[in-house]
């Protein structure tokens, strides 16, 4: 059986011994190639849960295994095949776009690191963008900077952490639509952590609902609407964030 | 190490000196100490040779030997703490630290980053001294190098030790990173032997590299001698400093690691 992209298995992260878990016994298996979301409210776990996954913060309890490496002991290897993009880990503002992409090529030990720039940089409308300080450049630009610092390894596995917020919806749009491109020319896994219904509805074939730490329920989206009996997934969304019991939903 | 981390530590490296290209205030920071301290201590050192009717006067030397050789370990420290200061700075520190980058390639970006702006900030003084005092820091003959690279170490430990805290209290820590070396200034005893210091502070001194490079440095200008044991003593110290800060950074690394310090470093 092929290893998956992410094995959680009881995952656990209390941040004090007398404080409620903030991830408690999550545990999933997330296969090659797919796209999973994880939502829940703030406070949900969510970023606790993507940061264990990245190795940026030591589990209390549990297992993460990425890409059949051992994040608690073989996180390098782990983290070289895979890549972070958030909005609200910024890059260096007053070094050009070229120069935070090659930073990157270097950290990730990118072969043919200025090809592999230029093309990212075509590919994402990048390229008039790459002599400017990544700084002063727009929120949608540095969207697609970001995003392109979180390719240029090309990844296995992509770590996603609101990847539109504060985007307009033309910007947000693209980015979405870039997104399912990028997915089905490369087989990349990714993950994605987003309050965006819409786009976890569009780009994920598999959610993960998370409450207070735990996951409360799971499918794919079409499957979760039916569950519920609703419309959208904000709904879904609703029901399971304010705890409405499934029989007061309507029919 | 092997070339895949040669090359990571070089995309650190690559990262301040693209920031550097790009802001002329920075570089202009890196002169202006070392460059204002030989000017001072070089009209202090003027003042004295007149007093004492001796141009070639030795204290002139002491004083200027003393001030340029403090600025290296100072200079290390600071070069080291502020690179790491510059990624909190720039939030950028989640990034460094979920790419494949080895906590000890880290630590040795931050030395290659220190030591370029030793060379860069420093350079300029030395041959202010030359130009306008006549004193040649070479003058004290080969051991100067060796004086060189021990308060390059410990200015390195120290830094070790101010970027644990920088991981523990974030950029609240900040000031330290200017100031901590200042501090020791005293126990340095670089403008004075140890033994001006009273019997009870010369243990603190001697636990200092610092205190002996400069020990080894009025040897080397008062009896033109190399004081082998006081340069063997601070390289021993600079060893023990350097392996006790690399254990308490390591630690201070796992513990934010599992207090959630990286995802969110800052004020």
């Given at each position: ?251 | ?29 890196l002169?202006?100490w070392p ?33 340029l050789l403090w600025e290296v370990a100072l200079r290390s420290q600071m070069g080291f703490s502020i690179s790491f ?22 630590v040795a970006?931050l030395m290659a980053m220190s030591l370029i702006r030793v060379v860069v900030g420093v ?24 004086f060189l690279v021990a308060l390059l170490l410990m200015g390195w430990a120290v830094a070790l030790g101010v970027t644990s ?11 330290l990173a200017w100031s901590v070396l200042f501090g020791l200034t005293?126990f340095a005893?670089v ?17 200092l590299p610092a205190a002996h490079v400069f ?19 601070a390289f021993?110290l600079d060893a023990?400093w350097l392996?006790a800060m690399a254990?308490?950074f ?18």
């Amino acid at each position: 059986m092929e290893t998956p992209a992410i094995l959680a298995e009881a995952l656990t992260k209390r941040y004090r011994p007398d404080a409620p878990p903030a991830v408690d016994m999550l545990s999933f298996r997330m296969p090659r190639g797919a796209t999973w979301g994880l939502l829940g409210g703030n406070g949900a776990g969510k970023t606790t849960t993507i940061a264990m996954l990245l190795g940026l913060l030591v589990p209390s309890g549990g297992r993460v295994t990425v890409l059949g490496h051992d994040m608690a002991r073989d996180r390098f290897a782990a983290l070289a095949r895979m890549n972070f993009s958030s909005p609200y880990i910024a890059l260096p503002a007053r070094i050009s776009v070229a120069e935070n992409l090659r930073v990157y090529a270097h950290l990730y030990d990118v072969p043919q690191a200025e090809k592999r720039i230029v093309e990212l940089a075509a590919q994402l409308q990048l390229t008039e963008l790459l002599d400017r300080p990544a700084g002063e450049l727009s929120a949608g630009q540095k969207t697609r900077v970001a995003l392109a610092k979180a390719l240029v390894n090309r990844p296995e596995l992509l770590l996603l952490d609101e990847p539109t917020a504060s985007l307009d919806p033309d910007t947000g749009d693209w980015v979405r639509g870039w997104l399912e491109r990028y997915r089905a020319e490369t087989g990349c896994s990714i993950l994605l952590a987003s309050h965006n219904m819409a786009e976890v509805e569009r780009l994920c074939d598999h959610v993960l609902m998370l409450k207070q730490g735990s996951a409360v329920d799971e499918g794919s989206p079409a499957a979760l609407l039916a569950k519920y009996g609703r419309d959208d997934l904000e709904q879904v969304f609703l029901d399971i964030a304010r705890g409405r019991p499934r029989e007061a939903m309507p029919a | 190490m092997n070339r895949a981390a040669l090359r990571r530590i070089w995309g650190l490296v690559y990262r301040h000196l693209a920031l550097y290209r790009r802001s002329w205030p920075r570089v202009l920071e890196l002169m202006y100490w070392p460059v204002l301290q030989m000017v001072v201590w070089g009209f202090v050192t003027a003042f004295l040779a007149g007093v004492q009717n001796n141009t070639a006067s030795l204290a002139a030397g002491m004083l200027l030997g003393g001030a340029l050789l403090w600025e290296v370990a100072l200079r290390s420290q600071m070069g080291f703490s502020i690179s790491f200061l510059e990624e909190i700075w720039s939030r950028n520190l989640g990034h460094i630290f979920v790419s494949p980058l080895r906590p000890r390639e880290l630590v040795a970006g931050l030395m290659a980053m220190s030591l370029i702006r030793v060379v860069v900030g420093v350079a300029p003084a030395v041959l202010l001294a030359w130009l306008f005092y006549a004193f040649g820091l070479f003058a004290m003959g080969p051991v100067v190098v060796a004086f060189l690279v021990a308060l390059l170490l410990m200015g390195w430990a120290v830094a070790l030790g101010v970027t644990s805290l920088l991981l523990r209290f974030g950029a609240g820590a900040e000031t330290l990173a200017w100031s901590v070396l200042f501090g020791l200034t005293p126990f340095a005893c670089v403008f004075y032997p140890v033994g001006v210091l009273p019997a009870w502070l010369q243990p603190v001194a001697l636990a200092l590299p610092a205190a002996h490079v400069f020990e080894g440095m009025r040897a080397a200008l008062l009896q033109g001698s190399i004081a082998w044991g006081h340069l063997g003593t601070a390289f021993a110290l600079d060893a023990a400093w350097l392996a006790a800060m690399a254990l308490v950074f390591m630690r201070q690394f796992q513990t934010a690691r599992v207090r959630g310090a990286l995802l969110n470093i800052g004020e």
